[in-house]
């Protein structure tokens, strides 16, 4: 099995994307509470590859002191979440003001000033998905962006705005099936 994970809570106040926000305290609890249902369900895991951002890295880091001590951790940018460009990072009320025209983002196709848009993110994820599944018995620690694409692809659903569709909550685990190309969310 492969296990991808969300991150923990993060300040809610700023806008995430590929900003270097770290986990709060909630987050850091949300956390160690996935630590205790690896332990408990004995999950066999064999190494964590992690997105590159700093609050995936955090959830990395406490999975392994307080459930994986022997595994490695391996950061990679192809984890990463949707570029948000010049909003990566702002406050939430600061980006309001300057960049209202994307709030929500109007569609598919509007890229975020520097940035990406969501159909752009859905291809970057889809063309590194055998890269991203490729070991079992690993945990893959990423975004809800990166987990939501990955049921998107694996389901052949048609991609579209819906962020709830796959109720990828802070610290939330799925498992792949790579025998049956099949993922659920498990906690």
Same mark, same amino acid.
């Given at each position: ?21 770290d *986990? ?6 949300? =956390?160690e509470? =996935?630590?205790?249902y ?11 590859? /992690?997105?590159d951002?700093?609050? #995936?890295? /955090? ?6 002191? !307080?459930a994986?001590?022997? =595994? +490695? ?11 948000k460009?010049? +909003?990566?990072?702002?406050? $939430?009320?600061? #980006? ?13 196709t ?17 063309? %590194?998905?055998?890269?991203? *599944? ?5 945990l893959? =620690? ?5 987990? !939501? ?8 659903? #048609?991609?579209?705005? %819906? !962020?709830?569709?796959? *109720?990828?909550?802070h ?5 792949? %099936?790579?025998?049956? $190309? ?6």
């Open positions: 099995m492969i296990y991808l994970l969300r991150h923990g809570l993060d300040n809610e106040n700023y806008i995430g994307g590929w900003s270097d926000i *986990l709060s305290n909630e987050g850091v609890k949300q =956390v509470e =996935v630590c205790k690896i332990k408990d369900n004995s999950l066999i895991i064999h190494k964590i590859y /992690t997105s951002i700093k609050r #995936a890295i /955090t959830t990395s880091k406490i999975i392994k002191s !307080n994986l001590s022997d =595994v +490695l951790i391996e950061p990679t940018k192809i984890l990463r979440e949707l570029n460009g010049a +909003l990566n990072g702002l406050d $939430k009320k600061k #980006a309001l003001i300057l960049y209202s025209q994307y709030f929500p983002l109007p569609n598919l509007t890229k975020y000033p520097n940035g990406e848009s969501m159909q752009l993110f859905y291809l970057r994820i889809k063309k %590194n998905l055998d890269t991203i *599944l490729k070991e079992d018995n690993s893959i =620690v990423t975004h809800r962006g990166v987990i !939501n694409m990955i049921y998107y692809i694996l389901n052949e659903i #048609a991609l579209d705005m %819906n !962020n709830e569709r796959f *109720l990828v909550e610290a939330s685990l799925h498992e792949y %099936n790579p025998l049956t $190309k099949s993922i659920k969310k498990i906690v």
